[in-house]
């Protein structure tokens, strides 16, 4: 998903404070697609399920996410399976798990 889809996402997502799930699994968004998703996280305090399957996310992508999901405090479900994360991604991922909140579920891509 990119140009013309990002920005409809953008649109939806923009006051629904009270969306608490959201899946965009399998939409090649890349870090990139995720970069600007995660500036869209801001308005949405009451997310808890967020899955980012299967969309080429790498480390600065899941660095930018781990940022951005400090101001989702219900966030109890993230599914980054099948994405190209490694050991830096990872280590923000689990440094927000640790110091921000506990999510009851975390997949990555060893899951898969």
């Known amino acids: 998903?990119?140009?013309?889809?990002?920005?409809?996402?953008?649109?939806?997502?923009?006051?629904?404070?009270?969306?608490a799930g959201l899946g965009v699994s399998e939409n090649k968004l890349g870090d990139e697609g995720v970069g600007r998703l995660t500036r869209m996280l801001g308005d949405c305090p009451a997310l808890a399920h967020l899955n980012l399957s299967g969309n080429s996310i790498g480390s600065a992508?899941?660095?930018?996410?781990?940022?951005?999901?400090?101001?989702?405090?219900?966030?109890?479900?993230?599914?980054?399976?099948?994405?190209?994360?490694?050991?830096?991604?990872v280590g923000a991922l689990v440094w927000l798990a640790r110091r921000v909140y506990c999510p009851s579920s975390l997949r990555s891509a060893s899951d898969a």
């Open 1 to 19: 998903m990119r140009g013309e889809g990002m920005g409809r996402l953008a649109g939806a997502l923009a006051g629904c404070g009270r969306l």
């Open 61 to 89: 992508g899941a660095g930018a996410l781990a940022g951005a999901l400090r101001g989702c405090p219900k966030l109890a479900h993230l599914n980054l399976a099948h994405n190209w994360i490694d050991a830096d991604g």
